[in-house]
Every structure is written in C-alpha cells, then in structure tokens.
C-alpha cells in the first residue's frame, strides 16, 4: 500500500459511522448462520484497514470500553486527526496508526473483527491480496471479517462514467479542480439522461441523479482515485478462498433473498444454483447489484444454511414496520384481511398471521428499543389471547425470520444498544454525543446510526449532562420537549 499517494490532504474522504459493519450486528448476523462470535461486552478485538479519522471506529470504543480497537489508514493526516480526538475523548482502548497491510502481522495479534470499507475495489491488486491475506491468516477462529467493494454487473453504469470524468478533467491541474469539473460534466450529462427508456440510459441517468446529492469527498474517491476496479461477486469469494476464507453472508441479509423475483425467476435460480455463492451471483445479475458489503469467516466455519427458528430465540429485535390501516371496501363481510405494514423503503409487507402481526405492532411501539424473543413472544401472544408455548415460538420464529429476508426495517442483535427510548427527568447523553455536538451536524446515535442536527438541536444535545430538568432546559430552549422526543426516537438519550 505504500505506493498509494496521500490524496486525502486534498480532500479528506468523509469518516463516518457505517452501522451495519459494527461488531454488534456483524455478531448477530454470524450467530444467525450458527456461528459463536466474540461479543463487544466480553472484550473483542477490532481492527479497522482505511479507518480515515476514526468517524466508524470512535463511537465503538466510547461505548464499548471492555473492548479494544486499532484503527490503520496510510494517510498520516487523517490519523492525526484520529488521535487528537481519541485524546480530547481520553479513550485508552482505541488506537490509530499510521501503517500500510504489510505492516501488520502475528506480533499485533489475531482480531475477532476486521471491517474495510471503501478499502477492496479502490486498490491495485497487489493490495486487494495483501487485505485478503491478512483476513485470512489475523482472523480468530471464530472471527468476522466485513468487507465492501463495487460489483459487476452494476458497477457498469458508474464505471462508464468513471471514465467520461477521466477524459473530462484530465487537464485540471488540482483534486479541487478535478471534483469542480465532474459536477460540471454531470450536469451537462443529466438532461441527456434523464427518463431514457432504454435500461443502459436509465441505470445511468440514476447514477447522474445520485450524484448531484453527494458530497465533494464522494466524487473525489469514487471516480477520480487512481483505482476503482468492480468485480463479480464469484471473483471476490474465490479471491477470499485462496486465502483460507469461506462467504458467511451480506452485512444486509434481507438483500440475500430472492422473494422479491418473479415466480418463474426464483424456480430459475433453484435449477441454476447449486450453493450459497451461485445464488448470490445470479441474484447479482438479476438485481444489476453495484454494492456489496460481504462477512468471511475461516474456511474451516460449518456455516449453517439451513437457519432454524430456534436460532432467533437468544435474539433481541427491533422494527421501524408501520403499521397500516387496512381499507378493502371491496372485501366480502367477515373476511378477514392480512395486516400491512410499511417498510421504510415504502414497500407494503404482509404479516402471516395475527401473532406476528401483533409482535411487529408491539415492536414498533417501542421502537427504536429492542425486545428480547421470549419478551416479544409474552406480548404478542398475550394481545393476541394465546398462549406462549413452544408452538407459538416456533410460529413467531419463523415469522421473524421471514421479516429479516423481506426487509431492513426488522433489525437485531445479541445484544440491545444502551440507550434509552423515553425522555427522563433529566434528560442524559452519552458524553461522545456531546463532544460530537460541539464540533459539527454529524451526530452518530447509540445505534450507531448517522443523524444530522441544525444548530439549535446540537446547543441543546451538549447540555443533556443529567444535570438539568426538564423545566430548567425549556427556560433556555422552550422547543426542549419536542428536541427531546426526536433525540429518545433517534437513540440519542441514556
């Protein structure tokens, strides 16, 4: 990696919190396919490769002190960065450095986490190997490694483009000029683009609309970095198995299902996928998927498929399903229609039957809480007038699970996050929230999710110490009540 230059000077690449790589729901994704990951409360070790300032990594070790995290990019800018605020933070369980994949080896020690994002598509081979290897040989038995690249055949569109945008700046004399002149040349581009019937003119002219929302940091390493080379999803697995490594699952297992296909595409894959990995290939071509975000574990992992209902019993879950009033006013008298919900891409999901209708119900009146299973299963059988016996748990499991194929908005965990879903006397935040809200609009909940506040939500997130009532923080902010509901609905408050 050391012959990369150091770009990010010019225009640091934007570090923030990627939720679903943290350890949390990389753990619980691992357990689901039979798997016994390290859990942050009993001291993991994380390693994060392309770490930039640390936007990913920080948040995991203010609220996970039992834990250790090591944090390495090249660019010696942005660990600085990464440093001085694990300082101001006085975190002792994270550490940045300056190193390139050759660097590390035996003597730093196996990790039971490794995440790269943006790290795969965006460098020469050579290095691509070098990242592989050191997943491979640094992964602890039982280990999760979370790596995100772009993929083939969706990657098309952007890598066409990619290369208009080559051409385009190829005299600009600065990064700054070379970002100046690819919004240039998409704008001149969208008009041609835009509602182009045609598949290739559409997937671009999306691509084009994408791009006029992203930032300066986007545009710079997505499509002027030396290197940005996409690849199918069969050439990243068997890069990762030349290397001891073996496909666990997507960071986002709700994209690994094909129940979105047509009927006749589904009963096409079966006849065409003998595995796990040939499913997910021809699910790339059938999605014209982009993007992936890919968990390896050792080659030596018996990774269960066949995932049982009984595996989601030590789970906690949570939903953002809402519910909808069902209007069918051409519905026969006494029919009994299936309730709705809808997911937060607006998509209308059915439930199977009353008892997980009434488990998504309670759920989503705590969200963004969790319930454990046997919980969640006590009150949706309790509204439903049922009983909670194995029979009921083997239906709501497997409702769940369902859930969990269909849609993001049903997340979960081993572990719940600590935080607090309602307003208390005095209302509280974790101190990195705090810092956060002194420095700028990017705030990174307990769930480790990004939110952006105006002005005023940070003044008031930066006084929620514990210290003050209600009543004293109205005096010098008397929206507070409505602030503070949005901060319990967010994952803000502890």
């Not at 933070?89 to 940045?96: A, E, P």
Request: charged share 20%.
């Amino acid at each position: 990696m050391s012959d990369i230059p150091d770009d990010y000077a010019d225009i640091p690449y934007e570090s923030c919190a990627h939720p679903k790589s943290h350890p949390s729901s990389l753990a619980a994704v691992a357990s689901l396919f039979g798997m016994e990951p390290c859990s942050l409360r009993d001291g993991a070790r994380v390693l994060e490769i392309g770490c930039a300032v640390g936007g990913n990594l920080l948040p995991m070790a203010a609220m996970y002190p039992a834990s250790h995290f090591t944090g390495i990019d090249l660019s010696s800018v942005q660990i600085t960065k990464a440093r001085a605020a694990a300082d101001e933070l006085g975190l002792g369980n994270v550490t940045f450095y300056a190193l390139g994949l050759e660097d590390l080896g035996p003597d730093n020690g196996a990790w039971d986490y490794i995440i790269a994002h943006g790290v795969y598509s965006w460098v020469a081979a050579p290095v691509r190997d070098k990242l592989m290897a050191l997943c491979g040989r640094l992964l602890n038995p039982m280990g999760v490694a979370c790596l995100s690249y772009n993929t083939l055949p969706g990657s098309a569109a952007r890598a066409a483009l990619r290369g208009m945008v080559q051409f385009h700046t190829r005299h600009a004399g600065t990064l700054e000029a070379k970002v100046a002149g690819a919004r240039e040349l998409f704008a001149f581009l969208e008009p041609a683009f835009r509602d182009r019937p045609d598949g290739g003119g559409r997937a671009m002219g999306e691509e084009l609309a994408h791009l006029r929302e992203v930032g300066d940091f986007y545009i710079a390493h997505e499509h002027l970095e030396r290197t940005n080379d996409p690849c199918y999803f069969h050439e990243f697995i068997s890069h990762a198995s030349r290397r001891g490594l073996r496909f666990l699952a997507e960071a986002e297992i709700h994209t690994m299902s094909s129940a979105g296909f047509p009927d006749e595409v589904r009963a096409g894959l079966r006849q065409m996928a003998s595995n796990a990995e040939e499913a997910e290939q021809y699910g790339d071509f059938v999605r014209n998927r982009s993007f992936r975000q890919t968990l390896l574990c050792r080659a030596g992992v018996d990774v269960k498929r066949s995932i049982s209902p009984d595996r989601v019993r030590h789970l906690h879950f949570a939903s953002s399903l809402e519910p909808l009033l069902l209007q069918s006013p051409g519905a026969q008298a006494g029919a009994q229609a299936r309730p709705q919900f809808r997911d937060p891409d607006g998509a209308v999901i059915q439930a199977r039957d009353s008892l997980t209708a009434a488990a998504l119900r309670e759920l989503h009146a705590v969200w963004p809480a969790m319930l454990s299973f046997p919980d969640l299963l006590a009150k949706a059988a309790a509204a439903c007038g049922v009983p909670a016996g194995p029979q009921e748990a083997a239906a709501l499991g497997s409702s769940l699970l369902l859930c969990l194929s269909l849609s993001r908005g049903v997340e979960f965990r081993l572990h719940p996050a600590a935080f607090q879903a309602t307003v208390s006397t005095r209302p509280s935040t974790h101190p990195y929230c705090r810092w956060q809200a002194s420095r700028g609009a990017r705030i990174t909940s307990l769930t480790h999710q990004e939110l952006l506040l105006g002005p005023r939500e940070r003044q008031l997130l930066g006084r929620l110490d514990g210290t003050r009532s209600i009543a004293e923080l109205e005096t010098e902010f008397p929206d507070a009540a409505a602030l503070l509901k949005r901060f319990a609905e967010n994952a803000l408050l502890v």
